[in-house]
């Protein structure tokens, strides 16, 4: 057992427990009462989330990896996200919240039992470099940037509060030239990278600009104000079709008040912040800004150039400001804050090429649909992402406010259906040189 090994293995203990922390506060802020309700037909009852989480790492840590006895196995369709949907979920005989916690409780301390015999410098691919007990940490955090999205759909006063994101410290506007060519897209080397973010491939991207800045609400007001959702020119045919039935006039938890806007955020309504990125837009609406804006949505490729390529090297960086994973000054995650920055908050995150931000803040839509990269293999399983390739979905990038550090890298790849606005999503604009 070499020293790296055990370095390894308290890393994984101590990201369990602090994952396991920001779950109990997402869990514990509101009463047995909204935990079971349905905020809305788009997401679970909070107390589904829970014991989902717990019920993943039964089947995986306790017993994929454990080879140990069932906890609940009767328990194992009802938290299946692939049996029910998330709309129905509310109706299934679910175990209460105090069976919840005895329940993921359980399960835990035995995955961490599990944790301290397990040989992750050898055997099997599941184990190997912990990948997966970094698959859970991941999915417990994706589940709590879930969880955050359900608190923003709930109604009632806030029971949710963070300190307010840093202000810009350096004006940030414009846009930056990305020079074409090859630059290597995807990771095979990232130890805890997903099944869709392998393997690593060269990309020709023709040079690009984008903007350094994600779409502010300012921007995206005066958008609203010019007439743009009323205008088809600027939407495509899918788009405006649900601009009509769905009723679209502003983002999600906008309300006009006189000649501005307040927005409504866990439970807080205020005037719209106007430096700060617009979010809870859809595809349709943010590829219609753009549109109108006279630029379009980069795709996933060159979201990704513009995050990782080092033109100096030549090398993909891990993240925007290297290899070494987000410290606080870099990137607005985790929940720390409970909204995006203003562009120029983080200058320490930027990208060689001087873009902003681009890791934190707001997940940003991209025009690509999700498909696997050449020579993928489906890891752990088919439905981590396989099952989700094609045209339907469009990948964001980059992650919100609300997500995890451990849950996002320049490789990661988020997906989602083009019509939906209750996750933590923005955009920034890009345009051919
Ligand atoms: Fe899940």
Redesign the pocket.
């Known amino acids: 057992m070499t020293i790296e090994t055990e370095r390894l293995r308290d890393r994984v203990a101590a990201e369990l427990l602090r994952t396991r922390d920001r779950t109990t506060l997402l869990t514990e802020a509101v009463d047995d009462g909204d935990l079971v309700a349905q905020h809305s037909p788009l997401m679970s009852p909070l107390v589904w989330d829970l014991a ?2 717990g019920n ?1 790492e039964e089947l995986w840590l306790v017993r994929d990896v454990g080879g140990r006895e069932p906890v609940r196995q009767d328990i194992d369709e009802l938290y299946d ?1 692939f049996q029910h949907a998330r709309r129905d979920r509310v109706a299934l005989p679910l175990l209460n919240p105090a069976e919840a916690r005895r329940y993921v409780a359980q399960v835990r301390d035995k995955a961490l039992d599990v944790l301290g015999r397990a040989r992750l410098d050898q055997g099997r691919r599941l184990v190997a470099d912990g990948f997966a007990f970094g698959m859970i940490v991941q ?1 417990e955090q ?2 709590d940037e879930t969880m955050l999205a359900t608190h923003q759909l709930r109604s009632g006063p806030p029971v949710l509060s963070a300190s307010p994101p840093p202000a810009p410290s350096t004006p940030v506007t414009g846009e930056v030239l990305v020079p074409g060519g090859p630059f290597t897209m995807g990771t095979s080397t990232e130890a805890w990278a997903l099944d869709n973010e392998r393997p690593a491939h060269q990309v020709v991207v023709p040079a690009f600009h984008i903007d350094r800045a994600a779409v502010t609400n300012a921007q995206y007001a005066a958008f609203i104000d010019a007439g743009g959702y009323d205008d088809p020119r600027w939407w495509s045919t899918a788009g405006w079709d649900h601009r009509q039935a769905a009723g679209l006039v502003a983002p999600a938890h906008w309300q006009r008040d006189g000649s501005s806007f307040v927005a409504t955020t866990f439970g807080r309504t205020e005037p719209i912040a106007a430096d700060e990125p617009v979010v809870h837009v859809c595809y349709y609406e943010a590829a219609a800004y753009a549109k109108w804006a006279g630029k379009r949505l980069p795709t996933e490729a060159e979201w990704e150039k513009a995050a990782r390529f080092d033109p100096a090297t030549g090398r993909s960086r891990r993240f925007p400001w290297g290899d070494a994973s987000p410290s606080p000054s870099q990137a607005n995650l985790g929940q720390q804050h409970l909204r995006p920055a203003a562009a120029g908050a983080f200058p320490d995150g930027a990208s060689p090429l001087g873009v902003h931000q681009l890791i934190g803040d707001v997940w940003e839509w991209t025009s690509s649909d999700f498909h696997g990269y050449p020579g993928f293999a489906p890891f752990p399983y088919r439905e981590y992402s396989e099952v989700f390739f094609g045209p339907g979905y469009k990948v964001l990038r980059g992650g919100s406010f609300g997500t995890d550090g451990s849950a996002v890298r320049g490789t990661f790849r988020n997906w989602d259906y083009p019509i939906r606005r209750q996750i933590f999503s923005g955009f920034r604009c890009a345009r051919d040189a």
């Open positions: 989902h989480v993943q996200a999915h994706q589940h």
